[in-house]
Each structure stands twice: as structure tokens, then as C-alpha cells.
């Protein structure tokens, strides 16, 4: 994938800021707004593509900068990944949803901004050998679903950046 901005529909971008020495992913939780479908989720920072974004990138970085303070051009790039179809409530929506991965050289201090309630630092290797795994429970019209999540701290990353974990861990195998 790169980073141009796909044909059609609503497009956004997330950055997942990688550390080494431990192996861990910078999450967010998404500060709890009336209206936002994930609103409350844990997250990688990231939104939707603005007419002012060069490209899906573009997006992805501006974003970071402004949830977290996090200048993200002194990462290491290492690419992007498919786009994952966004889907909220159990209803697939128009818009579709670019990740873009980077290796930091050090854990950064961060400054989130009002969209953010929580950071937290997720540990890759944990997640990826599934000491982590995890269900998150979901209820939607009376029906009771069980989604594959990961416990990260007292929180679960579930849904999309579920999907977005899953699709980094089989670019490594």
C-alpha cells in the first residue's frame, strides 16, 4: 500500500508508533464524546483525511501531532498496510481506514489533547504470542457478540485496531 488517498468514499489514517527495547505500540484511549461511534476505544492515533492532507500519510502524522504533540519525522517509516473497512455499531460505514507503522528511536513525552483520554503502551511481543488475548463482550439488538480483543492494562483493544494488529503481526510471520 501507499500513501496516496484511495478513489472514492471517506478515507482516514492512524499512525502505530512502535518502540523497541521492550517491543511495545502506542495506544490511545479516544477521549468519550456523545455521537462518536468509538468513542471510549482504545485506538492508534489517527482521522480522517482532510482536503489540506497531501495524501493518506499526510494525514496519519497530522493527526499524531495534534492528539499527541508527537512529531513523527524523526520515525523510522516502515509502510502502510491495507486499508481496513470501518464498521461501528456492527454497521459497516463509508469510510475506510489506512494504518501507517513507525519505529521511534525512544519513547517520546507525549501531550494529549482533548481527544485523548488515556495513553498506554501495548507490548507487541505479548500480544503477538497471545498472552494477551482476550474477548470483548458486545450487545446489539437484544444478541449477545464476543469480539477478539487484547488486554492492554485495564483496557481491551478490540474492533479495528484489533484488525490493524492482526493484519502487522502476519507482515512479520
Known amino acids: 500500500m501507499n500513501a496516496a488517498t484511495p478513489e472514492g468514499g471517506r478515507a482516514a489514517a492512524v499512525a502505530a508508533a512502535i518502540v523497541k527495547d521492550p517491543l511495545r ?19 492508534f492515533p489517527g482521522g480522517r483525511h482532510e482536503p489540506t492532507d497531501a495524501d493518506l500519510l499526510s494525514t496519519a502524522t497530522r493527526e499524531t501531532r495534534e492528539e499527541l504533540g508527537l512529531d513523527l519525522s524523526g520515525a523510522e517509516y516502515l509502510g502502510a498496510m491495507e486499508d481496513v473497512q470501518a464498521v461501528a455499531r456492527g454497521r459497516r460505514l463509508d469510510l475506510r481506514i489506512r494504518p501507517f507503522f513507525f519505529v521511534l528511536p525512544g519513547v517520546p513525552e507525549l501531550q494529549p489533547n482533548r481527544e485523548v483520554s488515556e495513553v498506554h503502551w501495548g507490548d507487541l511481543e505479548g500480544m503477538r504470542a497471545g498472552r494477551f488475548d482476550t474477548t470483548q ?8 457478540f464476543r469480539f477478539p480483543a487484547y488486554q492492554v492494562g485495564q483496557r481491551r483493544v478490540w474492533g479495528l485496531t484489533y484488525r490493524m494488529l492482526q493484519q502487522l503481526f502476519q507482515a512479520l510471520d
Request: a negative charge; charged letters at 35%.
Open 25 to 43: 505500540v502506542l495506544l490511545i484511549r479516544r477521549a468519550d464524546v456523545p455521537g462518536d461511534p468509538w468513542s471510549g476505544q482504545m485506538a
Open 137 to 144: 463482550p458486545w450487545r446489539d439488538e437484544g444478541r449477545e
